[in-house]
């Protein structure tokens, strides 16, 4: 049987197999914020073994007060400047940030979730 993840409040539930064949849509598309807040940005640093200056100005913009992940643009889509599309996965794994880590369950799509399943493969019905 699939492992399905579910959420209390979320009327959805989460197949993670689905990741293996999606090809990163949720980091890939249509262009968006990836917020990293002064935690995170020091996790991401480490994890690089780089220093604040050089991630702030390598992979991260100012988006109002708060600092976002670079994305580049590939055949007219978006991808997370940290998405390896040749391993189909991200490069900062491990430090990723808590909006990558508790995707699919956000507040917003709790009452969108038809698309969220345009978004990811993985949603399924509970
Ligand atoms: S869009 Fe969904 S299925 Fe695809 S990689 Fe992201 S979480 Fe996994
Ligand atoms: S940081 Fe990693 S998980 Fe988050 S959008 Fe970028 S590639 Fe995807």
Redesign the pocket.
């Given at each position: 049987m699939q492992n399905i993840v579910t959420k209390e409040g979320f009327p959805y539930g989460?197949?993670?197999s689905?990741?293996?064949?999606?090809?990163?849509?949720?980091?890939t598309g249509e262009s968006g914020y990836i917020h990293v807040n002064k935690t995170e940005m020091e996790r991401i640093a480490a994890f690089l073994n780089i220093d604040i200056e050089t991630l702030k100005s390598d992979y991260l913009y100012k988006h109002g007060y708060k600092y976002s992940i670079k994305e580049r643009e590939v055949e007219g889509s978006f991808e997370c400047v940290f998405y390896d599309a040749k391993q189909d996965g991200c490069m900062i794994y491990a430090a990723r940030p808590v909006q990558c880590r508790t995707?699919?369950f956000w507040e917003y799509y709790k009452n969108r979730v038809d698309e969220l399943k345009n978004?990811?493969?993985?949603?399924v019905d509970v």
């Amino acid at each position: 049987m699939q492992n399905i993840v579910t959420k209390e409040g979320f009327p959805y539930g989460f197949m993670p197999s689905a990741c293996a064949t999606c090809g990163g849509k949720c980091c890939t598309g249509e262009s968006g914020y990836i917020h990293v807040n002064k935690t995170e940005m020091e996790r991401i640093a480490a994890f690089l073994n780089i220093d604040i200056e050089t991630l702030k100005s390598d992979y991260l913009y100012k988006h109002g007060y708060k600092y976002s992940i670079k994305e580049r643009e590939v055949e007219g889509s978006f991808e997370c400047v940290f998405y390896d599309a040749k391993q189909d996965g991200c490069m900062i794994y491990a430090a990723r940030p808590v909006q990558c880590r508790t995707f699919p369950f956000w507040e917003y799509y709790k009452n969108r979730v038809d698309e969220l399943k345009n978004e990811c493969p993985g949603i399924v019905d509970v």
